[in-house]
């Protein structure tokens, strides 16, 4: 037996070992009888917007972390079925059963994760060690500007480490040129779908001096990027009101056009994003944002950085939604207006097109990259 499968062998061995312990207190009793909550397939949450089966899907198990908010709204628009596991979920013995009787009722023969917690990486190897021939993958969203970070770093290397032993047979890092790292990575990018929702736009009808509702649809911290946003959208003539999710000191730009909203739920953030103009990010790090994936969904543009995407190059949504650089407020500002420039059919038609060159990208590379 080659060094490495008994490294393997090894690790899956101590890794089941790990999964039989008994609770050695009344505390991990009480915690090993909730685990069931931790372990949910196929959850309404998880299901709703998905997309119409589809034959890369077809014996898939799609898993991901439930408290991950961004990653679990991705994952949620893939089809097939999908397992959302707690970020800290312990797998013991009637949890490993219930994993191995998943996998030969639903007839699993891939599984892929979605970024990395410690749950998702426990259930990663509980998987390889109840069938080694499982192909397992793991797609990594994220950029690795992210990597200064000690859970983040520690993260990957794990990712990296799990593909070197074998529980990961292939992998993706979703910014180009990453796949330099790791010989199991695959060169090509892997877009997120947008979710399926039932309805589309509601927009006034177009007038030439008509002013327009931009949104700033995330939270507020480096790489989002929101007070350049903000801050754009309200040195621009042509927007009436501006809407953010997390609160604004209105001193910074003298304006009384901002106003910020609770998010509530996800169905509410999607209606509210079929009722605005143009969604605002332009952030300073992003791999393929899910909030303009949800904006494409229904057909709402929207303002991007240069996001480096290896499909889509020089189409127009491209073209017209990018903004050279993050920090420039002037910048951004022309962007805006430039966009507002479009006739109403004409914008709504460019979004609808790049929104199926997305979904097109995105079921052929995970055709290409689950069956291997």
Request: some cysteine; overall charge neutral; hydrophobic content about 40%.
């Amino acid at each position: 037996m080659h060094s490495k499968a008994i490294s393997l062998a090894n690790r899956l061995r101590a890794v089941v070992d790990t999964l039989f312990q008994q609770p050695q207190s009344i505390a991990d009793s009480s915690r090993a009888s909730a685990i069931e909550s931790e372990l949910s397939l196929n959850a309404d949450a998880d299901t709703r917007y998905a997309h119409p089966p589809h034959p890369a899907f077809e014996k898939n198990l799609t898993v991901f972390t439930q408290e991950w908010v961004g990653i679990r709204a991705a994952a949620g628009s893939f089809p097939g079925h999908k397992l959302a596991i707690s970020k800290d979920a312990q797998i013991g013995p009637a949890q490993l059963q219930r994993l191995q009787t998943l996998l030969k009722e639903l007839k699993i023969e891939t599984i892929v994760f979605h970024g990395s917690s410690n749950g998702l990486l426990r259930a990663a190897e509980a998987f390889r060690s109840i069938d080694p021939s499982l192909r397992i993958c793991c797609v990594w969203h994220g950029a690795l500007a992210a990597w200064c970070f000690d859970e983040e770093r520690a993260f990957a290397a794990t990712m990296f480490s799990m593909a070197n032993d074998g529980v990961f047979d292939r992998i993706s890092i979703m910014k180009r040129g990453a796949h330099v790292l790791h010989p199991k990575a695959v060169p090509y990018l892997l877009p997120n779908l947008p979710p399926v929702v039932s309805f589309r736009p509601l927009k006034n009808q177009e007038q030439k001096d008509k002013k327009r509702t931009v949104m700033f649809a995330a939270w507020n911290n480096v790489w989002k990027n929101m007070y350049a946003n903000v801050g754009a959208a309200a040195h621009s003539s042509q927007v009436d009101k501006i809407i953010t999710y997390s609160p604004v000191d209105p001193k910074l730009f003298n304006t009384d056009r901002i106003q910020s909203v609770d998010y509530q739920s996800r169905e509410q953030h999607l209606a509210r994003l079929a009722t605005i103009d143009l969604v605002l990010n332009v952030t300073t790090v992003d791999c393929h944002p899910m909030v303009e994936a949800e904006a494409l969904s229904v057909g709402t543009p929207c303002l991007r950085s240069d996001l480096d995407l290896d499909f889509g190059r020089g189409h127009i949504f491209e073209q017209l939604m990018t903004v050279p650089n993050p920090h420039n407020l002037v910048s951004i500002a022309e962007t805006i207006d430039k966009v507002f420039a479009v006739p109403a059919e004409e914008l709504r038609a460019i979004v609808e097109d790049y929104k199926n060159l997305v979904i097109e990208t995105s079921l052929n590379r995970y055709s290409q990259f689950l069956e291997f």
